[in-house]
């Protein structure tokens, strides 16, 4: 099963009130706790806005957060709300600050149960930085070397695309998952403030470059070569100018690369495209409340 949706929004702003520890006045009668950030210089306030599960577990709805080193606050959320009154907690969290504008939106493509599923995925793009998180996969032998995230893109790019594998961060969070679910792995864009209104755009490049490598297609020396060049091992400007070319054709033409999950997320982009704008815009039309 393949789904894509606005995973998360981000808003920026100034407090309105002189002292930022009066926030705490307004947030905690609407339900928001006081919450603080461990951060290398000093405690950092911030508040988050929970929701009782039925199994008395609990998730955040949205976080309050001041940003470091600055003098804006931020408020994230999902925006995905369950009922009127996360919305109106929301609302009036947001009417506490003024300057604010939409910062970030992610956009998330969820791969349930596909096949060749495994962290198998990579970004093939020439001229990308990539970086590898590996540590302990929980939900498959606990302590291994598998492949667990992997970023394309710098942290503080304008656009970051992230693949990782759902299930062991689910695990590592201590939320439950469903019986029916064999693999989880996520496609995430991260768009940031000029470039937020193009998420569309964004996505549809994202899955362009997301392939997974097909190892029997190619001799082994064009198959170590294309993998060395896509996990950042070899340089396309370590390489002569025609052998640079070549692999980069390669790479082009998806001989050696299988797309049909790119292909399949692609077809769901564009069914929900409407249905995203719709849900970006609603979040827009609460900044200007």
């Given at each position: 099963m393949i789904d894509v949706k606005l995973d998360r929004v981000t808003v920026v702003g100034h407090f309105k009130l002189a002292a930022a520890e009066s926030l705490g006045e307004y947030l905690r009668p609407l339900g928001w706790q006081d919450m603080s950030?461990?951060?290398?210089?000093?405690?950092?306030?911030?508040?988050?806005?929970?929701?009782i599960l039925s199994n008395c577990d609990t998730e955040t709805v949205a976080v309050i957060v001041k940003n470091?080193?600055?003098?804006?606050?931020?408020?994230?959320?999902?925006?995905?709300?369950?009922?009127?009154e996360e919305k109106?907690?929301?609302?009036?969290?947001?009417?506490?600050?003024?300057?604010?504008?939409?910062?970030?939106?992610?956009?998330?493509?969820?791969?349930?149960?596909m096949d060749n599923a495994g962290m198998r995925h990579r970004f093939v793009k020439?001229?990308?930085?990539?970086?590898?998180?590996?540590?302990?996969?929980?939900?498959?032998?606990?302590?291994?070397?598998?492949?667990?995230?992997l970023y394309a893109g710098k942290r503080k790019s304008l656009s970051l695309f992230r693949y990782y594998d759902k299930v062991a961060e689910q695990k590592?969070?201590?939320?439950?998952?469903?019986?029916?679910?064999?693999?989880?792995?996520?496609?995430?864009?991260?768009?940031?403030?000029?470039?937020?209104?193009?998420?569309?755009?964004?996505?549809?490049?994202?899955?362009s470059y997301f392939k997974l490598p097909q190892e029997y297609v190619l001799d082994a020396?064009?198959?170590?070569?294309?993998?060395?060049?896509?996990?950042g091992h070899v340089s396309y400007k370590e390489l002569a100018k025609a052998t640079a070319a070549k692999y980069r054709k390669l790479a082009k033409s998806n001989l050696g690369f299988d797309d049909s999950w790119a292909k399949e997320a692609y077809k769901k982009?564009?069914?929900?495209?409407?249905?995203?704008?719709?849900?970006?815009?609603?979040?827009?039309?609460?900044i200007n409340i």
């Open positions: 950030f461990d951060w290398e210089h000093g405690m950092v306030d911030g508040y988050v806005l929970k929701r470091q080193y600055q003098t804006t606050w931020r408020l994230d959320t999902s925006n995905h709300f369950r009922n009127d109106r907690k929301v609302i009036i969290a947001l009417d506490l600050f003024e300057n604010k504008h939409l910062s970030r939106i992610d956009i998330a493509f969820d791969f349930i149960n020439s001229n990308v930085t990539t970086t590898e998180i590996k540590g302990e996969s929980l939900w498959i032998r606990g302590r291994n070397s598998h492949l667990q995230t590592r969070h201590r939320k439950e998952i469903s019986e029916d679910i064999e693999s989880w792995e996520r496609l995430e864009l991260q768009v940031r403030a000029e470039r937020a209104n193009e998420w569309l755009l964004n996505s549809r490049a994202m899955l020396k064009d198959r170590a070569m294309l993998l060395a060049l896509n996990a982009l564009e069914e929900k495209q409407n249905e995203l704008q719709k849900e970006v815009n609603s979040f827009v039309s609460l």
